[in-house]
């Protein structure tokens, strides 16, 4: 089914570890970006790829880095991670039209 | 500075009465689109409706309308006919300036009582 693949669904990492979080979408779409949402809260931006080769910061990057590998893939990385990075992540695609952002099923984090 | 607000925390309704779920924004952008999401429990984002600043009508998609008015920057959701499937949380989003940029407001639970 054409959409936005996220990888993993849960994980759970140590305070300090590592980790890349993976998004694809095969619907072709230019620009991707990377949400958080914290209880309670809306999804804030942390970064976003406008195009192929193109990365830029969003509201929230401190402690994230991204890669836009290709068209297709755009990955999240968390180099040391912290308990304040606990939270639901959620890739997007979009090609710019009305109808807007397809969001992925979401990657449940916890740093303890 | 670009900004969504929703004001309503949480929201309820009886089934079958309609509903607006408030939402005001803040941009200096002529050019701007605004959305709205609905968050069900299990998480997922899904798109409900979109509003251009540039349309001339209010958008419909079946049950849902969005009430747009331009001067007073607000983006109203209407439900008409509440179904116990609409409770969940609602986002309004904003679609401004470069890059395609989408900014979220806190949202609004929705819970549709029997």
């Known amino acids: 089914n054409a959409g936005v693949t996220q990888t993993p669904k849960f994980q759970v990492l140590k305070t300090g570890q590592s980790m890349t979080l993976q998004c694809a979408q095969d619907?072709?779409?230019?620009?991707m970006y990377w949400y958080r949402q914290d209880p309670g809260m809306g999804l804030r931006l942390i970064y976003y790829?406008?195009?192929?080769?193109?990365?830029d910061k969003g509201e929230v990057p401190n402690g994230y880095n991204v890669s836009r590998l290709n068209k297709r893939e755009f990955s999240l990385r968390l180099e040391s991670a912290a308990p304040s990075q606990t939270s639901v992540y959620f890739c997007?695609?979009?090609?710019?039209?009305?109808?807007?952002?397809?969001f992925g099923s979401g990657t449940r984090l916890t740093v303890v | 500075a670009q900004k969504i607000t929703q004001t309503q925390p949480g929201m309820f309704v009886q089934e079958k009465e309609a509903v607006t779920l408030d939402c005001t924004y803040d941009?200096?952008?002529?050019?701007?689109?605004l959305f709205w999401y609905k968050q069900p429990s299990s998480g997922e984002m899904i798109f409900l409706i979109y509003?251009?600043?540039?349309?001339?009508q209010n958008a419909t998609e079946g049950r849902y309308s969005l009430n747009f008015q331009k001067a007073r920057k607000s983006a109203n959701l209407v439900i008409s006919a509440s179904q116990l499937g609409d409770s969940a949380m609602y986002f309004c989003?904003?679609?401004?300036?470069?890059?395609?940029?989408?900014?979220f407001g806190a949202g609004t639970r929705l819970a549709v009582h029997p």
């Open positions: 997007a695609s979009t090609p710019f039209d009305r109808d807007g952002y397809t």
């Open positions: 619907m072709n779409h230019n620009s």
């Open positions: 790829s406008a195009s192929e080769g193109t990365t």
């Open positions: 941009t200096s952008d002529p050019s701007y689109g």
């Open positions: 509003q251009g600043s540039y349309d001339q």
């Open positions: 989003a904003m679609r401004s300036g470069g890059y395609n940029k989408l900014i």
